[in-house]
C-alpha cells in the first residue's frame, strides 16, 4: 500500500523535498519497491514528489535527482515512465547553458520535521506529526554563499528545541549567526514570547526575512512593536567585530542560541565577548530598562544549565545553547579558553539532552558527530 502519510512513502516524499543526494532519495525509492524503483514507485514519485517542485528553483535539484533515477531504472532494464523521460529533456534544455546555476541561485528545500508516536503528547507536535519548513537557500554551501545554507548544527539545535519546548517556551530568546532562520521558526512554534534573530550579512537577513514570511510569521526592526508581538520575529544587523556593550544594550535575552557558530578561530574573541555581555545581563538589567523604556514588560528570568533541570528558573543569569560539530580539536580548545578567559562555564549535554530523531529520513545528516553544549556565566 502506497500511504503518502506513513514510512517509507513519508520518507521518500520528505527526502526529496529536503534535497537530499540524489542517492539517498533513490535509496529511499528502491526501500519502497521492495528493493527496485518499479513503475508503482515511479508513479509515487511523480504523483507526490515532482508534482510539487514547480518553478526554476527546483531545476537544477530535478535535472540531477531524475538523470539517477532513470540510469536507475534502465540499469535493471525496467520501463522508465514516460512523463520522467519527457521533464528530464525538459530540464535539461532549460538548463542548457547553466543559466540559472550561480553563486546567487536560490533553491527551495522544506525541512519536515516527523514527530514519533511518543512524541505526541508534546506542546511542539502538531496533529499531523509532522512540521514543514520551506526554506529558500543557496545551491552550493562551497560557493560561498554559507549564510543562506543550512548547517548541519542548526539542524540539531532545532530537534533539540522542538524535543524540549518547555524550555524555550516563554522566554525570550536570541540567536547569533542565524542564517536561514530555522532555529527561529521552530522557537517562534514552540512559542518563544520574544524571538530575535542576527546575522552579520544584509544579503543573508534579507533571505531570513524571506523564510520568516514563507513561514506566515511576521519580521520587524522594532524593537518596541516586536517587543509586544510575540508573533513578531525581530531580524538584527549585527557583525560580530563592531558589537559593543552598549549596542547590545537593548537586549536582554533568558536564551542565546548558536548554531555552527565555532569554526573560524578569527572570529572567536568577538563571539565570546558577545556571549559573555549578553550572558552577565542580570535580572536588574532587565528591570532598569522597563523603568526607562515603554513597552519592556518581560521580567527576564533565566535557565540552569543543571542537567537535571534545564528549565528550571533562576536570577543568576541567561544561558547560551550552542550545537556544533567540532571539525578540528584545536580550534575548538582554543575557543573553551577564550571561554575561560571570559569567567563563562560551559557543558556539553549531548548524551544528557539528546533530542528525538526527527529527520529519520535525512541520510546526509549524521548527528553522532555534533555536540550540544550550554555556556553561562560563572559570575
Given at each position: 500500500?502506497?500511504?503518502?502519510?506513513?514510512?517509507?512513502?513519508?520518507?521518500?516524499?520528505?527526502?526529496?523535498?529536503?534535497?537530499?543526494?540524489?542517492?539517498?532519495?533513490?535509496?529511499?525509492?528502491?526501500?519502497?519497491?521492495?528493493?527496485?524503483?518499479?513503475?508503482?514507485?515511479?508513479?509515487?514519485?511523480?504523483?507526490?514528489?515532482?508534482?510539487?517542485?514547480?518553478?526554476?528553483?527546483?531545476?537544477?535539484?530535478?535535472?540531477?535527482?531524475?538523470?539517477?533515477?532513470?540510469?536507475?531504472?534502465?540499469?535493471?532494464?525496467?520501463?522508465?515512465?514516460?512523463?520522467?523521460?519527457?521533464?528530464?529533456?525538459?530540464?535539461?534544455?532549460?538548463?542548457?547553458?547553466?543559466?540559472?546555476?550561480?553563486?546567487?541561485?536560490?533553491?527551495?528545500?522544506?525541512?519536515?520535521?516527523?514527530?514519533?508516536?511518543?512524541?505526541?503528547?508534546?506542546?511542539?507536535?502538531?496533529?499531523?506529526?509532522?512540521?514543514?519548513?520551506?526554506?529558500?537557500?543557496?545551491?552550493?554551501?562551497?560557493?560561498?554563499?554559507?549564510?543562506?545554507?543550512?548547517?548541519?548544527?542548526?539542524?540539531?539545535?532545532s530537534e533539540f528545541i522542538l524535543s524540549f519546548p518547555e524550555i524555550f517556551s516563554n522566554k525570550s530568546c536570541f540567536e547569533v549567526g542565524s542564517g536561514v532562520g530555522l532555529v527561529g521558526i521552530?522557537?517562534?512554534?514552540?512559542?518563544?514570547?520574544?524571538?530575535?534573530?542576527?546575522?552579520?550579512?544584509?544579503?543573508?537577513?534579507?533571505?531570513?526575512?524571506?523564510?520568516?514570511?514563507?513561514?506566515?510569521?511576521?519580521?520587524?526592526?522594532?524593537?518596541?512593536?516586536?517587543?509586544?508581538?510575540?508573533?513578531?520575529?525581530?531580524?538584527?544587523?549585527?557583525?560580530?567585530?563592531?558589537?559593543?556593550?552598549?549596542?547590545?544594550?537593548?537586549?536582554?535575552?533568558?536564551?542565546?542560541?548558536?548554531?555552527?557558530?565555532?569554526?573560524?578561530?578569527?572570529?572567536?574573541?568577538?563571539?565570546?565577548?558577545?556571549?559573555?555581555?549578553?550572558?552577565?545581563?542580570?535580572?536588574?538589567?532587565?528591570?532598569?530598562?522597563?523603568?526607562?523604556?515603554?513597552?519592556?514588560?518581560?521580567?527576564?528570568?533565566?535557565?540552569?544549565?543543571?542537567?537535571?533541570?534545564?528549565?528550571?528558573?533562576?536570577?543568576?543569569?541567561?544561558?547560551?545553547?550552542?550545537?556544533?560539530?567540532?571539525?578540528?580539536?584545536?580550534?575548538?580548545?582554543?575557543?573553551?579558553?577564550?571561554?575561560?578567559?571570559?569567567?563563562?562555564?560551559?557543558?556539553?549535554?549531548?548524551?544528557?539532552?539528546?533530542?528525538?530523531?526527527?529527520?529519520?529520513?535525512?541520510?546526509?545528516?549524521?548527528?553522532?558527530?555534533?555536540?550540544?553544549?550550554?555556556?553561562?556565566?560563572?559570575?
Amino acid at each position: 500500500m502506497t500511504d503518502p502519510a506513513a514510512p517509507p512513502w513519508l520518507h521518500l516524499i520528505s527526502a526529496f523535498l529536503a534535497m537530499e543526494p540524489s542517492d539517498s532519495v533513490v535509496s529511499l525509492a528502491r526501500v519502497c519497491g521492495d528493493g527496485s524503483v518499479s513503475e508503482r514507485v515511479q508513479r509515487f514519485i511523480w504523483n507526490y514528489c515532482i508534482s510539487r517542485a514547480v518553478g526554476k528553483a527546483y531545476a537544477p535539484y530535478l535535472r540531477n535527482f531524475l538523470k539517477k533515477l532513470i540510469v536507475e531504472v534502465e540499469s535493471i532494464h525496467g520501463e522508465v515512465l514516460d512523463e520522467i523521460y519527457e521533464l528530464y529533456a525538459d530540464i535539461i534544455t532549460s538548463l542548457k547553458d547553466d543559466q540559472f546555476v550561480e553563486k546567487s541561485m536560490r533553491v527551495r528545500k522544506t525541512i519536515t520535521f516527523l514527530f514519533p508516536d511518543g512524541c505526541i503528547d508534546l506542546p511542539s507536535c502538531p496533529k499531523s506529526q509532522k512540521l514543514m519548513v520551506p526554506l529558500q537557500c543557496s545551491l552550493n554551501m562551497l560557493e560561498g554563499d554559507t549564510g543562506c545554507s543550512i548547517w548541519p548544527s542548526s539542524l540539531l539545535l532545532s530537534e533539540f528545541i522542538l524535543s524540549f519546548p518547555e524550555i524555550f517556551s516563554n522566554k525570550s530568546c536570541f540567536e547569533v549567526g542565524s542564517g536561514v532562520g530555522l532555529v527561529g521558526i521552530c522557537l517562534a512554534h514552540v512559542k518563544a514570547s520574544k524571538v530575535t534573530l542576527t546575522d552579520g550579512d544584509h544579503l543573508t537577513l534579507a533571505n531570513m526575512r524571506s523564510n520568516l514570511e514563507l513561514n506566515q510569521l511576521s519580521t520587524d526592526t522594532s524593537l518596541l512593536e516586536s517587543y509586544e508581538d510575540p508573533n513578531v520575529v525581530q531580524c538584527v544587523h549585527l557583525p560580530w567585530e563592531s558589537a559593543s556593550e552598549s549596542g547590545l544594550s537593548a537586549f536582554v535575552p533568558e536564551i542565546i542560541l548558536g548554531a555552527d557558530i565555532i569554526y573560524d578561530p578569527s572570529c572567536f574573541p568577538d563571539l565570546v565577548r558577545i556571549l559573555a555581555i549578553l550572558l552577565n545581563r542580570r535580572k536588574s538589567d532587565s528591570t532598569s530598562r522597563k523603568e526607562s523604556s515603554k513597552g519592556f514588560t518581560l521580567d527576564t528570568k533565566c535557565n540552569t544549565n543543571d542537567l537535571n533541570d534545564l528549565t528550571a528558573v533562576t536570577s543568576k543569569g541567561p544561558v547560551a545553547y550552542i550545537a556544533t560539530f567540532i571539525r578540528n580539536i584545536d580550534t575548538f580548545n582554543y575557543f573553551l579558553s577564550l571561554v575561560e578567559q571570559a569567567n563563562l562555564s560551559i557543558t556539553d549535554l549531548t548524551e544528557a539532552k539528546m533530542p528525538f530523531n526527527l529527520l529519520p529520513y535525512m541520510q546526509s545528516y549524521d548527528r553522532s558527530n555534533m555536540r550540544l553544549f550550554t555556556v553561562s556565566s560563572k559570575a
